[in-house]
């Protein structure tokens, strides 16, 4: 049987799709997740064949997991995961069995923020960033600081804005260091804050060949960490700014050597120039494919299935929208008792999807993470400013209703 495995999934999102389109193609899937839950509602997976409950940080275990799956007849085809941190520990493991085209160094180097902001340190795209380490003088540091606040704080592995912090003085620098040692980073990365208007670019190689499948505005909203609330597919981009977005993007994958696979980038165009807000290896997740598939008709998590075959994909667009897709964040804390108005958002024009996240039980509070993001509303149209409405104000028919503590 030809075999994919996948490393780690989320119940919804880009990943679970991910294992959805590779049953559809015809093989055989093995997930191997740490989330005892998933085991426990194995009906939730229809799609996954095998599932095996395990530690994934353990390398060695995978790699014995990975040979347990061979030795059952299995043929392994590929070794993926769309979830961080595991993209380059998915390649690394398939390296291991002599197959992959997809190399895990860019993606080790993507997955890490301190790595890409070293790689591409001499790039215009490239904001001033530093970094501090545990062992070196927290004053002289703070000192080599004065005049660039407002900064940015974060550790190298942040994901999803989990942890990344805003900080307008000095004080606020130290408290945010000192935080992150705390939790045990050995090294902390500061950056220059940049404020324009943000986008965020799916991208997919193949061969060499860069393909930039999707642009999107982002909408930010800053609670007690930056969540993107909104993201609008754009259907039509002038041929001088896509010019711009295809050139800094081939010149910034050129420097990771990236040859094969998929990524996105957040970047904020700020005085006619782009900057690189992060890179990441993988397709965004979320509603991202949903949004593509919707605006245009590729089912990205596929093709990019396809690219780590070594198999040509294909970007050809079968139409073309706009999509707004609405996150859903909520201002209190409590456990959640219900969720009303999903029905009602059926009656707005445009309405494609509606998606809640959380079960009666959960406790649910403000956002820390985009992982605090409740749900979402996404809505097309051929009128930009009408899938933006249209989203937003089916959005306002949900409501959470919750239980104090």
Sequence with gaps: MKTIVFIGTNKSGSSREAIKAAERLGFFIVLLTDRKIFIENRLDFPDVHQMVLMELTNFDLLKENISKIQEQGKIIVAVLSFIDPFVHVAAKLWEKLGLTIVSSDPLLKMENKILTRELLKDLPVSPYFSKFKKDESMHTFIDNQVGRYPLIVKTPDSTGSKDVMLVKNEQQLVRSINNFLRKGAIEVLI????????????????????YIVAVLEQEIEFFERFIVTGYCLLMDIEDAFHKEICETVSNILERFSFKNGSCHLEMRRINQQWKLIEINPRISGGAMNRIVELGFGINLVEETIKINLGQEPNFERKYSKFVYAHYITIEETGTLIKVTGRNRCFKFPGIEEVYIKPKKGKLLHPPLSMGDRYGYVLASSTNKEDAIRYAKEAAKEISFYLEPI
């Design 191 to 210: 950056e220059e804050y940049l404020d324009g208007p943000q986008y965020l670019i799916e991208v997919c190689v193949f061969n060499g060949k860069v």
